[in-house]
C-alpha cells in the first residue's frame, strides 16, 4: 500500500514539473531566438549549425531551469493534495510526513544530482563545443555576412562600419570605434580593409589600408593622430576569452583547479576562477533547497489555487537568483571571499527550510498568526 501512495504522489509531481520544465525552457530561449534569425538570415549561417549551437546551449540553460520546475512541480503537486483534503486522508490513516514524503525527497536529490552533472560537465562541455563550431563557422567565412552601411557591433569592444563590402570580402570606406583598452579608446578610418582569420590568435584580424587612427585618451598626453598604410586590429567575434586563455565556463573541474594555482593570489582572473569552481557545486545544492522548500510551502493550508502555487514558485526560485548573482558580485566589489560567495544564496534558504520544516512539522502555519507587514511597513489609512 505504501508503494501504490510513493507512486501516485510521483505520479502528481511529473506531470507538473515536465509542463514546468518546457515552458520556461522556451521562455529562457526564445531570448536567443533574435540572434538565432539574425545569425541565419544576416550572417549566413547555415540552419544546421544554428541547430547545433542550440543544442550546445541547453545543457547551460538547464542549469537554471530544471531547479526552478522542480520547484514550481512540487508545490503545485502537494498543493492540490492539500486542497482537496487527499493529504489529510492520508495522515488520518496514520501516515506520518516521514513515510509520505521520502519519494519526494528522493525526486528532490535526483534533480539536485542531474543539476550537478549538468553544471560540472554538460554545461562546461556546451560552451566549449559551442565555441569550437563558431570558430570553425569563422574560419570559412571571416567576413561573417557583414552588412554595409550598418553599425555593426557584433565584436566586443568595439563598433565597425563598412561603407561596402566587395563580393570577395573586400570592404571600402571603413570606419571603426574601439574601447577595447578603457584607459585608451581611438578611433579609425581607412579607405580599404579586410578581415581574416588568424589562427595563431584564434581570432580575426581586421587588415586595413591608407587611413587615420586618433586615440583619445583622458590624459592629454594620450590625445594623438596618426597616418598609416597599413593597420591591424585583432576581432573577437564572441565574447569569449582573451587570445591564449579559455573562459571559465569552458573549463573542466580539473582545469579550474590547475588554472586557480596557477593565477596570482587576489587577481581577477583568480577571483573568476575560485567563483566558478563553487558555483558548480552551490547551484545543484540550491536545488536540492529550492525542492526542500517547496515541501512545506506546497503543504501550506493557507495557500490556495494552481496560479498561486506558481507565483510562489517563481518567486522563490527569483529571490534565490537575486542573492545568487549578489552573493557573485560582492567576490569582487566587497572582497568577500570568492570560496563563500556563491553558498550565501544556499545559506540563507537552508535556514528559511529549516524554519518552514520545523512548522509544518508541529502543525503550524507557516506565518505564524497575527504576523503581518503592518508591523514592519506602517502604512496610516486616516486621512489627514
Known amino acids: 500500500m505504501l508503494l501504490i501512495i510513493h507512486r501516485y504522489l510521483i505520479a502528481e509531481i511529473i506531470p507538473p514539473f515536465l509542463v514546468s520544465l518546457l515552458a520556461f525552457t522556451t521562455i529562457v530561449f526564445s531570448g536567443r531566438l533574435l540572434i538565432v534569425t539574425r545569425m541565419i538570415l544576416v550572417k549566413g549561417i547555415s540552419l544546421g549549425q544554428i541547430l547545433a549551437s542550440t543544442l550546445y546551449l541547453f545543457p547551460y540553460l538547464l542549469v537554471f531551469t530544471l531547479p526552478m520546475a522542480a520547484t514550481v512541480g512540487i508545490i503545485l503537486a502537494l498543493m492540490r493534495l492539500s486542497v482537496?483534503?487527499?493529504?489529510?486522508?492520508?495522515?488520518?490513516?496514520?501516515?506520518?510526513?516521514?513515510?509520505?514524503?521520502?519519494?519526494?525527497?528522493?525526486?528532490?536529490?535526483?534533480?539536485?544530482?542531474?543539476?550537478?552533472?549538468?553544471?560540472?560537465?554538460?554545461?562546461?562541455?556546451?560552451?566549449?563545443?559551442?565555441?569550437?563550431?563558431?570558430?570553425?563557422?569563422?574560419?570559412?567565412?571571416?567576413?561573417?555576412?557583414?552588412?554595409?552601411?550598418?553599425?555593426?557591433?557584433?565584436?566586443?569592444?568595439?563598433?565597425l562600419f563598412v561603407n561596402r563590402v566587395g563580393p570577395e570580402g573586400d570592404l571600402k570606406g571603413v570606419l571603426v570605434n574601439s574601447w577595447q583598452e578603457e584607459d585608451n579608446p581611438q578611433t579609425i578610418y581607412a579607405q580599404r580593409g579586410r578581415i581574416r582569420y588568424e589562427p595563431a590568435r584564434e581570432s580575426m584580424l581586421l587588415r586595413l589600408s591608407e587611413g587615420w587612427l586618433i586615440r583619445w585618451g583622458t590624459e592629454?598626453?594620450?590625445?594623438?593622430?596618426?597616418?598609416?598604410?597599413?593597420?591591424?586590429?585583432?576581432?573577437?567575434?564572441?565574447?569569449?576569452?582573451?587570445?591564449?586563455?579559455?573562459?571559465?565556463?569552458?573549463?573542466?573541474?580539473?582545469?579550474?583547479?590547475?588554472?586557480?594555482?596557477?593565477?596570482?593570489?587576489?587577481?581577477?582572473?583568480?577571483?573568476r576562477l575560485v567563483v566558478e569552481l563553487h558555483q558548480r557545486f552551490a547551484l545543484p545544492l540550491g536545488a536540492l533547497l529550492l525542492c526542500l522548500l517547496a515541501i512545506p510551502l506546497g503543504l501550506s493550508p493557507r495557500v490556495h489555487g494552481r496560479s498561486w502555487g506558481l507565483i510562489v514558485g517563481l518567486l522563490i526560485f527569483l529571490i534565490y537568483y537575486v542573492v545568487f548573482t549578489a552573493s557573485w558580485r560582492l567576490a569582487f566589489t566587497a572582497h568577500l571571499?570568492?570560496?563563500l560567495a556563491p553558498y550565501l544564496g544556499d545559506i540563507l534558504f537552508a535556514g528559511l527550510a529549516l524554519y518552514f520544516w520545523w512548522r509544518t512539522l508541529k502543525e503550524l502555519p507557516l506565518v505564524p498568526r497575527g504576523w503581518s507587514w503592518k508591523k514592519f511597513f506602517p502604512l496610516s489609512s486616516e486621512k489627514t
Do not use: C
Not at 87 to 113: D, E, H, N, Q
Open 84 to 159: 482537496d483534503q487527499e493529504m489529510m486522508a492520508l495522515k488520518t490513516a496514520g501516515l506520518s510526513y516521514y513515510r509520505l514524503l521520502s519519494p519526494i525527497l528522493g525526486f528532490s536529490l535526483l534533480v539536485a544530482l542531474l543539476t550537478l552533472f549538468l553544471s560540472t560537465y554538460g554545461s562546461p562541455w556546451g560552451q566549449k563545443s559551442n565555441r569550437e563550431l563558431l570558430t570553425e563557422v569563422v574560419k570559412k567565412r571571416a567576413d561573417i555576412g557583414l552588412q554595409e552601411q550598418t553599425f555593426n557591433t557584433d565584436f566586443p569592444g568595439l563598433m
Open 220 to 271: 592629454l598626453g594620450h590625445r594623438q593622430t596618426v597616418q598609416f598604410k597599413t593597420y591591424e586590429l585583432p576581432l573577437r567575434l564572441f565574447n569569449f576569452a582573451s587570445p591564449g586563455q579559455i573562459s571559465e565556463r569552458e573549463m573542466t573541474l580539473r582545469e579550474l583547479r590547475a588554472g586557480i594555482k596557477a593565477a596570482p593570489a587576489g587577481s581577477k582572473r583568480f577571483v
Open 337 to 339: 571571499n570568492p570560496a
